[in-house]
Each structure stands twice: as structure tokens, then as C-alpha cells.
């Protein structure tokens, strides 16, 4: 079987296991609206600006809430087990992952989106295209570093999983919100966005290439819970 078809059935595992439990998406959506009630009732004020910042953190947050999540359901239903003992090779479990936490993100994305414009009253975007392409963008980048956080949240190594991933988190939390303020402009967003793809392409890369190269051998210092 190719990679492409093991990264095929793998997403699609994932997202039929979701779809009977919701345990990942629920979570995420209830600390999404959450963070985005704190900012909204804490006097950030209407317009595009405070909503913006408002989102993106609550995306932040609710994905990397629902990474934890997802790996207790991994291994509670068995599709981390059977993944394993497969054979099912680790550049292709990971991009079935990513496939699958990308299509949850997403709809929990538009979700808070519509939560976050009712809350802030925000005014319709001046370039809807820029800003469906930084959703797409963002939400691409938060599912990559999920998902491959996964092996660590396994073994019990959350610490661990946060030094790696805070330092790439940060960036494209920075960069998808200034792509996604310049959407609800007339500036030329094209470079906002153009950061903002590029950060993303940065954290796959980078995160592809650590998997193949460099997971094994840290996975093989961390000592399972």
C-alpha cells in the first residue's frame, strides 16, 4: 500500500472516530468561545482589531487544548495501537493526522469566527478571499504543530511537547493576526499574507523534516508514562 493511501485511511480513521465521539472538537469549540467571552466582556472594544486578536488566540488556545485530547483518544480507542503495528510509515501517519486535525480546526475555526464577529460587531472584510486564504493558513500551521506534538502527549511528556512547540507557536499566532487585520483594510495584504505563508511553510518543513530525522532518537530519551 502506498503512502498516500495509508495517509488516506489513517485521516479518515481519525475523522470517523471524532465524528462518533467529539470529544476533541467539543473541546475545542467550548475553550475557543470561552476565550473569546473573556475578550470580548473585558472591555476589548469593537472593530476588527480587538476581534481579530481575540480569534487567533482562541484558536490557539482551543488547538492546542484539543491536541491533548486528541492523544488520550488515540490511545483509549486503539488507532494509535493499530497505526503502530500496521506499519504505517511515520511521514505518512503524520500527514494523515495533519489531514484530519485540519478538517476539525477548520470547522471549529469557522465556529469561533461567526462567535467572534456577533460578539465584536466587527464590519464585513474588505478582501473576504485574503482572509478565507489566513484562515486556511493558520489553521494548516496550528494542526501541523498538533499533531506533532502527539508521540510526546503519549509518553507523558507534555513539558517536553511545549518547548517545542512555543517557539513556532508564537510566530504564526503573530503573523495570522496582522495577515488577517490587514484583510478588514484597504492596505495591500498580499505581504501580511505572504509572511504568513511563509511561516507556515517554515513549520511544516521544519516539523517533517525533525519527524523524519530527529523524532526517533527524542522519542527514544523520553521514558513512557
Do not use: N
Not at 493558520?138 to 512547540?165: C, E, H, I, Q, Y
Amino acid at each position: 500500500m502506498t503512502p498516500l493511501r495509508h495517509a488516506w485511511l489513517i485521516a479518515a480513521t481519525e475523522l470517523r472516530v471524532e465524528w462518533r465521539s467529539r470529544r476533541v472538537s467539543l473541546t475545542m469549540l467550548l475553550l475557543g468561545v470561552l476565550t473569546v467571552l473573556v475578550f470580548a466582556f473585558a472591555g476589548g472594544g469593537e472593530g476588527a482589531g480587538p476581534a481579530v486578536t481575540a480569534f487567533w488566540v482562541a484558536l490557539a488556545l482551543a488547538a492546542a487544548a484539543g491536541t491533548v485530547q486528541w492523544a488520550a483518544r488515540s490511545e483509549g480507542s486503539g488507532v494509535a495501537e493499530a497505526t503502530r503495528h500496521a506499519g504505517v510509515g511515520r511521514l505518512a501517519a503524520y500527514a494523515g493526522q495533519v489531514a484530519a486535525a485540519l478538517v476539525i480546526l477548520g470547522g471549529v475555526a469557522g465556529l469561533l469566527a461567526l462567535v467572534t464577529a456577533g460578539l465584536f460587531d466587527s464590519l464585513a472584510p474588505r478582501r473576504p478571499g485574503w482572509l478565507a486564504l489566513d484562515l486556511g493558513l493558520g489553521s494548516l500551521a496550528f494542526a501541523a504543530l498538533g499533531t506533532s506534538l502527539l508521540p510526546l502527549l503519549a509518553r507523558g511528556s507534555a513539558r517536553l511537547g511545549s518547548l517545542v512547540s512555543l517557539p513556532l507557536a508564537a510566530p504564526v499566532l503573530l503573523c495570522a493576526t496582522l495577515a488577517t487585520r490587514a484583510a478588514y483594510t484597504t492596505a495591500d495584504a498580499t505581504g501580511a499574507t505572504g509572511h504568513l505563508a511563509a511561516v507556515t511553510a517554515l513549520v511544516l518543513g521544519g516539523l517533517t523534516l525533525f519527524l523524519v530525522l530527529f523524532a526517533g532518537l527524542l522519542l527514544g530519551l523520553v521514558p513512557s508514562a
